[in-house]
T-cell receptor, first 110, second 113 residues
Framework: ELKVEQNPLFLSMQEGKNYTIYCNYSTTSDRLYWYRQDPGKSLESLFVLLSNGAVKQEGRLMASLDTKARLSTLHITAAVHDLSATYFC??????????FGTGTSLTVIP | EAQVTQNPRYLITVTGKKLTVTCSQNMNHEYMSWYRQDPGLGLRQIYYSMNVEVTDKGDVPEGYKVSRKEKRNFPLILESPSPNQTSLYFC????FGRGETQYFGPGTRLLVL
């Protein structure tokens, strides 16, 4: 069974600061996804990472994948309140089986 | 509008009373999947389907059934719900192809008394 761990589980950060969310997984995979969930809402796709060394950026968020270390990071630059949400990473094991991390609840404080 | 729809959005039921949660997508996606979300556990995959009449178990299939008779629909059936199936359920779909992301429905919040 594939295990996916996210750190931290809860993150409170001030506006304008930088921080990184980590996603570790236990079995080899080169397909990793990041999603955002606002309170009471569904999941929205942020990034798809498909190879070792892949890096994707959108606004203040940047995601990367190191398949050898089985690690993905989601870096937040100069946080703003609108980024407050829960962020999930998900690993694709076979193309059909998806394993999600426990989520990181991010609160950006003015 | 491209979307995944689920019904009902909220459901309160009693132990043992069979229920079905419907899921429909209008994007002609081959792949569909059901997840449950519980606090501290993230999302866990219940069942998935790669195409019509092709379904397989995910990580937590016990107590659930699915069927895929049409490409657009993928209902989740709880034949005899129990309180430990109280959860938030999401249906998702994606096109066939390596690395395609999933599109999630709005969720169904189920309470089993």
């Amino acid at each position: 069974e594939l295990k996916v761990e996210q750190n931290p589980l809860f993150l409170s950060m001030q506006e304008g600061k930088n921080y990184t969310i980590y996603c570790n997984y236990s079995t080899t995979s080169d397909r990793l996804y990041w999603y955002r969930q606002d309170p009471g809402k569904s999941l929205e796709s942020l990034f798809v990472l498909l190879s070792n060394g892949a890096v994707k950026q959108e606004g203040r968020l940047m995601a990367s994948l190191d398949t050898k270390a089985r690690l993905s990071t989601l870096h937040i630059t100069a946080a703003v309140h609108d980024l407050s949400a829960t962020y999930f990473c998900a690993v694709d094991l076979t193309g059909n089986q998806f394993y999600f991390g426990t989520g990181t609840s991010l609160t950006v404080i003015p | 509008e491209a979307q995944v729809t689920q019904n009902p959005r909220y459901l309160i039921t009693v132990t043992g009373k069979k229920l079905t949660v419907t899921c429909s997508q209008n994007m002609n996606h081959e792949y569909m999947s059901w997840y449950r979300q519980d606090p501290g556990l993230g999302l866990r995959q219940i069942y998935y389907s790669m195409n019509v009449e092709v379904t397989d178990k995910g990580d937590v299939p016990e107590g659930y059934k699915v069927s895929r008779k049409e490409k657009r629909n993928f209902p989740l059936i709880l034949e005899s719900p129990s309180p430990n199936q109280t959860s938030l359920y999401f249906c998702a779909s994606r096109p066939f192809g390596r690395g395609e992301t999933q599109y999630f429905g709005p969720g169904t919040r189920l309470l089993v008394l």
